[in-house]
Every structure is written in C-alpha cells, then in structure tokens.
C-alpha cells in the first residue's frame, strides 16, 4: 500500500510478507525502524480510515479531522483487502470497524495500524 497526503508531504509503504503474514512498513526500499527497539515497524492488522479534513492551516499549519461519525474504511489482513466502515459514536466511545455485510471486524491478535488520511488522499493498494 502506499498513501500519500493532498500536498505531497507525507508517505507511507506498508508490504505484505507472506512468510510472516505481517505488513512491514518501508521508507523507500528500506524497512522502518522503531526508535524504541530498533526493530522494523511490523503489524497484523492494517487499517485505512477515511475522514473529512478541514484545513485550518494558520500559524501552526493544523488540519482538523472529523473522527466522530462514519466513513469508508479499508482493512488489510491475511494478505487480503476488504472494504467496510468506520463508526466512532461520541469522543469517547471506541472506533468501531464493521465488513461490507454489516458485521463487525474481526481484528487478527496483534499490532494494529490505523492510518486517518483526507477523503482527498490519494491512496494505492496492490
């Protein structure tokens, strides 16, 4: 997957490896390395949230999000791409992730990785 944000600022590169079933996130052609431990950055569960972004960009270059309602959401696990929905109630009730079908998903035990971009990002899944 690569996303990159309206301005062109920010990437991301998640690959999938199938020996491990994990997504690996890369810079470049290199893994991501987490400061903390020095390992690559590595997750089960891969998580697209697509919200609408306001810019509010003053002094500070801020953007705000709208994280409370419902949106369209993609979801890679298993080597595998679904699409489903985001619902976030009030701001203090958890996120929730339902399928296509209306049930919800079913989180693989581990890491996840939720990543918020524009309804104007634009966003790669091969």
């Given at each position: ?43 089960k569960n891969l ?59 079913e989180l693989n ?18």
């Open positions: 997957i690569n996303f990159t944000n309206t301005s062109g600022g920010n990437t991301s590169d998640w690959v999938y490896d199938r020996t491990s079933n994990i997504y690996r996130k890369v810079i470049g052609s290199q893994d991501d390395i987490d400061r903390n431990n020095s390992e690559t950055v590595k997750v998580i697209i949230e697509i919200v609408t972004i306001k810019s509010d960009y003053g002094a500070n270059g801020r953007v705000t999000m709208n994280l409370i309602g419902q949106g369209k959401a993609i979801f890679m696990q298993d080597g595998k791409v679904t699409e489903g929905i985001w619902q976030k109630d009030t701001k203090t009730s958890r996120t929730k992730y339902y399928k296509s079908d209306g049930s919800e998903l035990r581990g890491k996840i990785w939720v990543a918020v971009i524009g309804k104007d990002s634009k966003y790669q899944v091969q």
